[in-house]
């Protein structure tokens, strides 16, 4: 797996992880402490079931089945990366292609079990608007051998929940990079080829 792809693989599960509530945090609770409380879940959760998940993949995929999947709003996420070829999709190929879309994150989070290896995470201070309804939370993955690494994640509030919806690592945004690459296929070989490429997990270089 490429750098690019191990880093977003763990930022974007560290993402994920950061908007499961944490002892049934309310909406109300600021975004930064909904991430610094759930993030240590998500890491706790790793470390304590690290036997069962190298045992049984499958228990990372039912994971992410009951759980994970409902704190992201893919809907949202496909409209943004797919740009202008999402308003000129019908609606069987946006159902389509959000639900591999979905498979897709999926999979960069199952993958990201095998690229963790006990790096701490830090939320440095940051200003956070209190009624905001949409947000940047700024963290840190502190790497023992190498610079820290900036990881950004991007939420909204939608019915009484924080969502995710792009995680930026390094400043690269893993929406609009998936965005100029998918572009790309549209144009040259059409949104269905797009789908099916995506569907089948063949979808050109990663970062």
Not at 84 to 113: G, K, M, N
Request: aromatic share 8%.
């Amino acid at each position: 797996m490429r750098r690019w792809q191990a880093l977003w693989s763990v930022g974007l599960a560290l993402a994920i992880g950061c908007v499961v509530p944490s002892l049934a945090a309310a909406a109300s609770e600021p975004p930064r402490v909904v991430v610094e409380q759930t993030i240590q879940q998500v890491l706790d959760t790793l470390e304590e079931n690290a036997a069962v998940i190298d045992d049984n993949p499958d228990a990372v995929e039912a994971l992410v089945a009951d759980i994970v999947l409902p704190r992201f709003d893919f809907e949202l996420m496909s409209r943004f990366v797919l740009g202008q070829h999402w308003r000129q999709a019908d609606s069987a190929q946006r159902e389509a292609f959000t639900a591999a879309f979905r498979d897709l994150l999926v999979r960069t989070y199952i993958s990201a079990i095998d690229e963790y290896s006990g790096e701490d995470v830090q939320i440095p201070a940051q200003r956070i608007p209190d009624d905001a309804d949409r947000v940047s939370v700024q963290t840190e993955i502190v790497r023992p051998d190498g610079p820290s690494i900036p990881v950004a994640y991007a939420l909204f509030l939608r019915d009484e929940q924080w969502k995710v919806f792009d995680v930026t690592v390094e400043g690269v945004s893993l929406v609009q990079n998936y965005r100029a690459q998918f572009s790309d296929i549209v144009r040259a070989d059409g949104l269905d080829e797009l789908i099916e490429r995506v569907s089948a997990g063949v979808i050109g270089d990663q970062p």
